[in-house]
């Protein structure tokens, strides 16, 4: 199997990752922090229905209808930075809304029982 390469996965932290960035100077000094805060992130959850498919608007039509209308405002639900979660957006670049973005990682998608409809269908 492939090693890990965070050194502790709760923290995120890697020397290796973090000398090899510091010393190529890709990013400033004083941006430092901050880039590391940004790639200790999590990622959201993002996915695409393929618009080649012949049913593909109408799955979009039923996945906004039948799921994300279920979730309201989904104001209620935090992810993992404590931070309130939006509802499921469109990615404004790809066409016919057939690209989506949840707010949240895919650990809170498998784990709140108000999303699992929506883990079912991703």
């Known amino acids: ?3 890990a390469t965070w050194v502790n996965d709760a923290e995120r932290t890697n020397e290796a ?3 090899y960035y510091k010393e190529s100077g890709v990013v400033p000094a004083d941006e430092w922090e901050a880039f590391l805060k940004c790639m200790r992130s999590q ?4 996915f695409r229905i393929n618009g080649g498919g012949k049913y593909s608007l109408a799955m979009r039509d039923r996945m906004e209808k039948d799921l994300f209308s279920k979730l309201g405002s989904a104001e209620e639900y ?15 670049w790809y066409p016919d ?23 079912a269908f991703i």
Do not use: M
Request: hydrophobic share 40%.
């Open 78 to 92: 935090v992810n993992e930075a404590g931070e309130k979660a939006a509802k499921p957006f469109a990615l404004p």
């Open 1 to 3: 199997g492939r090693p």
């Open 17 to 19: 990752f973090e000398t």
């Open 43 to 46: 990622l959201p959850v993002t």
């Open 97 to 119: 809304r057939l690209a989506w973005q949840l707010s949240y990682s895919r650990n809170v998608l498998r784990k709140v029982p108000q999303l699992a409809d929506v883990h």
